[in-house]
């Protein structure tokens, strides 16, 4: 029942009242979950990000394996992941960044691995091989070369980013 000159019935407060409350509450638990979603979309990634590995003097003719982290980012999760690459200097002076990851299976590549091949990097997996440029033989299993790491040279440094597949 509505008092005399008040145009809002008891019942017509609790339903504005009710709404209210209700609206603010959904609005508190699904702003979250909102945010979760989309804060992804909208942080800035770090893709592309080169680390400095080695001094440029550093590096010969012969390939060496360097092991170094790199900040990575999977979805909402970060962490600092262990890499490696077979780096070398060609004759010309390009210098030259593999993966050590064989394109077969997966497995552990090393250079000068067959001690009958010790200019050949070999996967002992399922024995394939790959040239010292990362180029893989024929007739042996792996059916790719060996991706390179993105690369830059900047103050007598090395720096590298992701492998790419060639």
Not at 14 to 34: C, E, H, N, Q, R
Not at 35 to 48: C, E, M, R, T
Not at 129 to 134: A, F, L, S, T
Request: overall charge negative; aromatic content about 10%; proline content about 7%.
């Amino acid at each position: 029942m509505a008092q005399n000159g008040s145009k809002v019935t008891r019942r017509q407060f609790l339903t504005y009242t009710l709404t209210g409350v209700g609206g603010f509450m959904a609005a508190t638990l699904i702003s979250p979950m909102v945010n979760f979603a989309i804060d992804p979309v909208l942080k800035k990634s770090g893709a592309g990000d080169k680390v400095k590995v080695m001094s440029l003097d550093d590096i010969t003719t012969e390939p060496q394996r360097v092991d170094f982290k790199k900040q990575t980012q999977d979805a909402w999760y970060e962490f600092e992941e262990t890499l490696s690459a077979w780096v070398y200097k060609t004759d010309s002076g390009e210098i030259v960044a593999l993966s050590p990851i064989c394109t077969h299976l997966g497995c552990q590549v090393a250079y000068a691995g067959d001690p009958t091949r010790p200019t050949e990097f070999f996967c002992p997996c399922h024995l394939g091989r790959y040239e010292k440029d990362g180029t893989n033989i024929p007739g042996t299993p792996p059916t790719a070369p060996l991706a390179r790491y993105e690369k830059e040279e900047k103050d007598g440094f090395l720096y590298l980013g992701s492998p790419v597949a060639q």
